[in-house]
């Protein structure tokens, strides 16, 4: 409030309020001034104010001057969010304190028209779904307010729109069941076999539209259905979907290993679990025309046939294609022997070789001598479980008949006997005898030796004799023999005799023998 006076200054001023004098404090400033301020009116503001002013020559006082206070707009209720259906009805409302109040509701910030301090809408549709405020106005100027805003959100009835499908799925792999749904604070809860699930190992999402079977198991094969309740109307129920889990390909028995001869037979055989299988035998890779069971019989083997075996199952139904381990099968030559060891002639001393040529699987070789010793390597023998037996420096104790069993893996053989004939080699034992004759007499030198098929040729010195008369007068008999005689000695006989000695296993020479001869006594 402000006053203006007209006088001689100074002056003093002195407000009152209801006759009491006012003093500075609270709402109150400037009560001794020309000019009263009231901040932050209250209703116990409210009465009559004046001034009281004393200059030099007087004192006036103002006319009274009478104050109301009216209330503030303010608003003590606010509008309340709401979550309502299709087709029910909702209620905005807002209570404010003040004076001549007005009203008027707006959604989305556009005014609707609504001028009370109530908002009714019945019945709801979708298109009423927004954000309301009401904007307060007082006519007295004592203030327009505007509210919250009231957020109205507008559910659909919980529908399902979408239809769940059958399907087959292998073991070991994952699949997604999907159900797709109308509705407000919708809630799923799957359900198989009439179980309802929980999250685990292969099953997660059981509260969600998708729920996710991983890695699947036998366990998962079932029924399926989703159970939806939402903010709006009943459980909504999915259809069933039937899923089918069928089982992953996998061999239980592999094929076997074997070995055979030619001529055999041979079985093999593949155990497997899955759904409608079919088989490919292959060899080394390649499939086999015709074979196409879980057997592979080979009747009968050839050398052909030799290699490794393996199966491709397969399921019709494409849950794995597995191929079995490799079997291996070795067929066997018969043992058959082609080279029978020959006889054979020896000196001592030399070196015999003994041979066997055969063919078979797995063949092995021993040496056998005379039918009974069985023989080792050692001293003059090697070779003895081979197909050639080597004798070094053959003795005599190592003449005799030779055979070689030869084992193979599918029969066992002996070979045809060899003769090993060890011949002793040529010796002289005893030398002749040099020896003195008298003229006219006669001599006869000896000679002993070993050996095969000896034959004797005397010599005097290196010539060879012959039976018969010699030159001389002398006559020479069996000069073949160990024992040569000489008869009728003539002086021209004297001189070296020797005897070359041949056998099988060499040609030895004497020692030579000196015969002297002395002439006959006579008297001249």
């Known amino acids: 409030f402000e006053v203006n006076v007209n006088g001689t200054s100074p002056f003093t001023y002195q407000w009152y309020f209801n006759s009491s004098i006012l003093s500075d404090g609270g709402s109150i400033s400037g009560s001794q001034e020309k000019d009263l301020v009231i901040s932050n009116a209250l209703p116990s503001d409210e009465g009559n104010y004046y001034c009281e002013i004393v200059g030099s020559c007087g004192t006036e006082t103002t006319v009274p001057i009478v104050v109301t206070v009216d209330d503030a707009t303010t608003i003590t209720t606010q509008p309340i969010s709401r979550s309502k259906c299709i087709g029910d009805q909702v209620q905005f409302s807002v209570v404010a304190e003040g004076n001549n109040l007005s009203y008027e509701w707006f959604k989305d910030g ?68 999907s159900v797709t749904a109308t509705g407000g604070n919708l809630n799923y809860v799957w359900i198989r076999d009439n179980d309802t699930l929980t999250n685990g190992p292969n099953i997660n999402g059981v509260n969600t539209p998708n729920l996710e079977i991983i890695d699947a198991t036998l366990t998962e094969d079932g029924t399926y259905w989703c159970s939806i309740t939402g903010f709006c109307g009943p459980t909504a129920l999915s259809n069933a979907a039937t899923i089918t889990v069928d089982p992953t390909t996998n061999i239980t028995t592999q094929p076997i290993d074997g070995q055979v001869c030619e001529g055999d037979s041979k079985l093999f055989i593949v155990e497997a679990d899955g759904i409608n299988l079919t088989y490919q035998w292959k060899l080394d890779g390649t499939d086999i025309a015709g074979e196409t069971t879980n057997q592979l019989s080979i009747d009968p083997v050839s050398l052909a046939d030799d290699g490794e075996y393996t199966c491709l199952v397969s399921s019709a139904n494409g849950c794995g294609d597995v191929l079995t381990t490799p079997a291996t ?77 030869v084992s193979g893996f599918c029969s066992d053989l002996t070979s045809d006997p060899a003769n090993l004939t060890v011949n002793p080699n040529t010796v002289i034992t005893s030398s002749p005898v040099s020896k003195t004759k008298c003229k006219g007499t006669s001599v006869t030198f000896y000679v002993t030796a070993t050996g095969s098929n000896l034959t004797y040729q005397w010599q005097k010195g290196t010539n060879p004799l012959a039976d018969g008369a010699t030159g001389s007068g002398s006559t020479i008999s069996n000069s073949t023999t160990s024992a040569m005689t000489i008869t009728g000695l003539a002086l021209a006989d004297a001189g070296s005799y020797r005897c070359v000695v041949t056998g099988d296993c060499g040609v030895q020479n004497s020692d030579p023998a000196i015969l002297a001869m002395n002439d006959s006594t006579s008297i001249t």
């Not at 556009?110 to 307060?136: M, Q, R």
């Not at 399902?160 to 997604?176: A, F, P, R, Y």
């Not at 058959?336 to 066997?356: F, Q, R, W, Y």
């Open 110 to 177: 556009a005014s609707i028209g609504i001028n009370t301090s109530t908002l009714l809408i019945d019945p709801i549709t979708a298109l009423d779904a927004g954000n309301y405020y009401c904007e307060i106005t007082s006519a007295n100027g004592c203030g327009n307010i505007t509210t919250n805003a009231a957020t109205l959100t507008v559910y659909a009835a919980t529908t399902i729109t979408s239809v769940l499908s059958n399907d087959t799925i292998c073991e070991g792999s994952s699949h997604t069941l």
């Open 329 to 405: 099968l070795s067929v066997q030559e018969a043992t058959v022997i082609n080279t029978h060891p020959s006889d054979k002639i020896k000196c001592e001393g030399e070196t015999a070789t003994l041979s066997v040529d055969a063919t078979g699987g797995n063949l092995q070789y021993q040496w056998i001598k005379d039918g009974v010793t069985v023989l080792t390597d050692g001293g003059n023998l090697s070779g003895t479980n081979t197909k050639d037996l080597l004798i070094t420096g053959v003795t005599l104790a190592d003449d005799g008949v030779y055979t070689c069993e």
